[in-house]
């Protein structure tokens, strides 16, 4: 499989270098080699070279098989000397100035020999902090450093920055990555502006847990070996928003439940607002402390619950359950018309996502309503499998996406093809994958062709990346798309994902944007969003607040009404909620993979 049918998530130890990672994710390394590839051999140089704050100059040997010429990132401070040599045996001359500011600072130097790829090495020198040493560099800030510099989509613009290696992991939105990528100004396609939100936000993501376990591989007919989590105390919150009420009160509105949940269990659906929790009703102050025992609870927690504008409650105890993505795959009823709600693109549930495809092929279902209004992507190569699940037969042998890297390794495309295992396109001057119609880890999704002749997408601001893929990679190859709700996210970039355990007692997950993803007619998704063929607001309901999902709801009413099954006639918006506001955005309970991620499948044991 090509690199970008799988995901690249590297695993090192705390005593792992990071060239180590990237050899394991990429198959072969980009900077060092004695290999007759690039035509530089038994080269002195280090992957990254520490130089101190105080500089110098610095002599590296090799062997060039042909003329050669070298260049530095940032000339300013780090000077090539001998630019230039013939072939045979060559002595590298760099000097460093001093560097007087207090953040360390970090280039590239390439050494290219006619007729051969380019290699590289970094060159870190640090800064001073009075004591001529620089500052203390952390772990996992060189890790990711390096990957940076190297995989994102920006590395050139990200090499010139003065990086502070010494800042400490706070949170996801206070660490190295963060403050970084955030200072940067041409990364648009990472760094993007929210009215909602009201500021700018990042796609790539560090995220520092503690180590988890991990459930036995999935036993079914996709055999790429990724792992579902193990089971989590839950009472059934998958997806939801906190609720205003205007005076000081505040609600929890769970806007997904897991199926055969307590909540589920106890009749709680979409919509449902939760005013009380034993007895008493959240406010201001305490709503956080109140609502996070009832979404992330513990093993056997019991929880007395009343409804919104309801005087009787009911009991409900935590159990361990499945966070499935995959919330409801069924067949309307009086219709033929399947439909499925899914939260997130997640290989681990990929044999449950083909069982409840081929549920719907065995009852003849004519059209498919898909339901990703809350889904912000996931593994690209369930994003193809389920397209390809779609779009059928029309998608052998076609492109389901082009991709674009950095300039560097676009530059160098056959070095990067041999490190993706992945197909060039001379024409295009861009890589691709195809829709996996024949095979995908032991599955011929033939079996599971639907045969349909059209698709209707239910989507939202919440619907973004991958999902976003499924829908521009269909339309690309003429499959008709149609889209019901409001505008997209707009993420038209993905990344990979590296993860490093046991540094200083945490494990990392870090996900830098390192490629852009196109149609097979080369059209990326707007970063503005995609519109929706029909805009529909899914609280246009009698009470004026969300319905529960079915052919009631307003965006399912209206996919039913365009596929020919029901009338056009709806209830007017009420103001029974009048007064009722969302506090917030909508928020998953449960972690669920985002983006449009490639990784690495694990292996069986």
């Given at each position: 499989?090509?690199?970008?049918?799988?995901?690249?998530?590297?695993?090192?130890?705390?005593?792992?270098?990071?060239?180590?990672?990237?050899?394991?994710?990429?198959?072969?390394?980009?900077?060092?080699?004695?290999?007759?590839?690039?035509?530089?051999?038994?080269?002195?140089?280090?992957?990254?070279?520490?130089?101190?704050?105080?500089?110098?100059?610095?002599?590296?040997?090799?062997?060039?098989?042909?003329?050669?010429?070298?260049?530095?990132?940032?000339?300013?401070?780090?000077?090539?000397?001998?630019?230039?040599?013939?072939?045979?045996?060559?002595?590298?001359?760099?000097?460093?100035?001093?560097?007087?500011?207090?953040?360390?600072?970090?280039?590239?130097?390439?050494?290219?020999?006619?007729?051969?790829?380019?290699?590289?090495?970094?060159?870190?020198?640090?800064?001073?902090?009075?004591?001529?040493?620089?500052?203390?560099?952390?772990?996992?800030?060189?890790?990711?450093?390096?990957?940076?510099?190297?995989?994102?989509?920006?590395?050139?613009?990200?090499?010139?920055?003065?990086?502070?290696?010494?800042?400490?992991?706070?949170?996801?939105?206070?660490?190295?990555?963060?403050?970084?990528?955030?200072?940067?100004?041409?990364?648009?396609?990472?760094?993007?502006?929210?009215?909602?939100?009201?500021?700018?936000?990042?796609?790539?993501?560090?995220?520092?847990?503690?180590?988890?376990?991990?459930?036995?591989?999935?036993?079914?007919?996709?055999?790429?070996?990724?792992?579902?989590?193990?089971?989590?105390?839950?009472?059934?919150?998958?997806?939801?928003?906190?609720?205003?009420?205007?005076?000081?009160?505040?609600?929890?509105?769970?806007?997904?439940?897991?199926?055969?949940?307590?909540?589920?269990?106890?009749?709680?659906?979409?919509?449902?607002?939760?005013?009380?929790?034993?007895?008493?009703?959240?406010?201001?102050?305490?709503?956080i402390s109140v609502f996070s025992k009832l979404i992330y609870p513990s093993e056997g927690a019991k929880f007395t619950l009343t409804k919104h504008q309801e005087t009787e409650s009911v009991s409900v105890t935590a159990v361990s359950l499945d966070p499935t993505p995959l919330i409801r795959a069924e067949v309307l009823e009086g219709t033929q018309v399947g439909y499925i709600i899914y939260e997130s693109f997640d290989a681990a549930y990929d044999n449950d996502l083909l069982d409840a495809i081929k549920r719907l092929k065995e009852a003849g279902i004519t059209d498919l309503i898909l339901d990703l209004r809350n889904n912000g992507g996931g593994h690209v190569m369930t994003s193809n499998m389920l397209s390809t699940c779609i779009g059928g037969s029309r998608c052998q042998n076609r492109v389901y996406q082009y991709y674009r890297y950095n300039d560097d390794r676009m530059a160098d495309w056959k070095q990067t093809s041999q490190e993706l295992g992945t197909s060039y396109d001379q024409e295009a001057q861009l890589f691709y994958e195809r829709f996996y119609y024949s095979g995908y880890y032991g599955a011929r999704l033939s079996d599971y062709d639907l045969n349909l002749n059209r698709l209707f997408v239910l989507v939202s601001g919440n619907t973004a990346s991958a999902s976003e893929a499924v829908i521009n990679s269909l339309r690309g190859i003429d499959v008709p798309v149609t889209l019901i709700g409001s505008k997209t996210n707009g993420k038209n970039v993905g990344m990979n994902v590296f993860s490093w355990s046991n540094i200083d007692g945490f494990d990392y997950e870090f996900a830098p944007i390192s490629f852009q993803g196109y149609n097979a007619k080369r059209e990326t998704v707007n970063p503005k969003g995609i519109d929706p063929d029909h805009a529909v607001d899914e609280r246009a309901t009698a009470t004026g607040w969300y319905a529960d999902y079915g052919p009631e709801e307003p965006l399912v009413h209206k996919a039913l009404e365009l596929i020919g099954v029901v009338d056009a006639s709806r209830t007017t918006r009420g103001t029974q909620c009048a007064g009722m506001q969302l506090k917030g955005s909508v928020q998953q309970a449960v972690a669920h993979p985002q983006g449009m991620l490639c990784t690495e499948p694990v292996s069986e044991e």
């Open positions: 499989m090509g690199h970008l049918d799988v995901f690249v998530r590297v695993k090192v130890s705390v005593m792992t270098t990071l060239m180590l990672l990237l050899s394991v994710a990429c198959g072969e390394d980009k900077t060092t080699t004695t290999s007759g590839g690039t035509g530089i051999v038994d080269a002195s140089w280090e992957q990254t070279e520490e130089i101190s704050a105080s500089g110098g100059e610095r002599e590296f040997t090799f062997t060039s098989r042909t003329a050669w010429s070298a260049t530095s990132n940032n000339p300013e401070w780090c000077e090539i000397l001998t630019g230039t040599g013939q072939k045979g045996k060559a002595t590298l001359r760099v000097e460093v100035a001093p560097n007087t500011t207090t953040a360390i600072r970090t280039t590239l130097v390439r050494i290219t020999a006619e007729g051969f790829p380019s290699v590289s090495f970094k060159i870190r020198q640090n800064a001073d902090d009075g004591t001529g040493t620089g500052g203390e560099v952390l772990e996992i800030n060189r890790n990711v450093d390096e990957v940076l510099a190297y995989y994102y989509l920006w590395n050139k613009d990200y090499q010139e920055l003065d990086r502070d290696l010494s800042l400490p992991y706070v949170s996801i939105s206070d660490n190295f990555v963060y403050h970084t990528l955030m200072k940067m100004t041409t990364n648009t396609l990472d760094k993007k502006y929210r009215e909602s939100y009201g500021g700018y936000t990042l796609y790539s993501y560090l995220v520092q847990t503690p180590t988890t376990s991990r459930a036995p591989a999935t036993r079914g007919e996709v055999s790429h070996g990724i792992r579902k989590g193990s089971p989590i105390p839950s009472i059934g919150i998958a997806q939801f928003a906190y609720v205003s009420f205007g005076n000081g009160e505040i609600g929890l509105c769970p806007l997904s439940v897991f199926p055969d949940s307590p909540l589920d269990q106890a009749g709680f659906r979409r919509g449902d607002i939760i005013y009380k929790v034993n007895g008493k009703v959240p406010t201001e102050s305490n709503y």
